[in-house]
């Protein structure tokens, strides 16, 4: 899935380099909600009949996919790909709405939203 981060240690010894990781780190913390996204719903997918957890975590896909901050849609794109894993049966029956969700991330102005969506539609691809 995506990286959350835990690589970024990569051992620097002087204070420029703590400084220039401080400001990845300012990066990634406007990025969590994605990847909080997918640690919860890789978590109830696993947990739960995809009958309980698909309808709710594709309404939230929905209300996110479009909203003016490029974080929720990021986190839509992620949601998406992970929820897809775990419930392909399930998303059969939704795909062309599946599909059009990941399409819109595509087109996104931000670059990470695009990575969330190119990876969501490989999901798609490989599970669907």
């Known amino acids: 899935l995506l990286s959350d981060g835990d690589g970024r240690g990569g051992g620097g010894d002087g204070d420029d380099d703590d400084n220039d990781d401080d400001d990845d780190d300012d990066d990634d913390d406007e ?6 996204a997918a ?3 890789d978590s109830l997918s696993s947990s739960l009949p995809s009958e309980k957890v698909c309808p709710l ?3 939230v896909v929905r209300d ?3 909203h003016a901050e490029a974080a929720r849609r990021a986190a839509a794109q992620t949601m998406l790909l992970v929820l897809v894993e ?6 059969t029956k939704l795909l062309p709405d ?3 969700a990941a399409l819109a991330g595509m087109g996104d102005t931000h670059a990470r939203v695009r990575a969330n969506a190119v990876l969501a ?3 798609l691809a490989r599970f669907m």
């Not at 775990?86 to 998303?91: E, I, K």
């Open 31 to 36: 990025w969590e909600p994605s990847l909080f």
């Open 39 to 41: 640690r919860v719903v």
């Open 57 to 59: 975590v594709l309404a």
């Open 64 to 66: 996110c996919v479009t």
């Open 86 to 91: 775990g419930s392909a049966g399930y998303l």
């Open 98 to 100: 599946l599909l059009r």
């Open 121 to 123: 539609l490989a999901e």
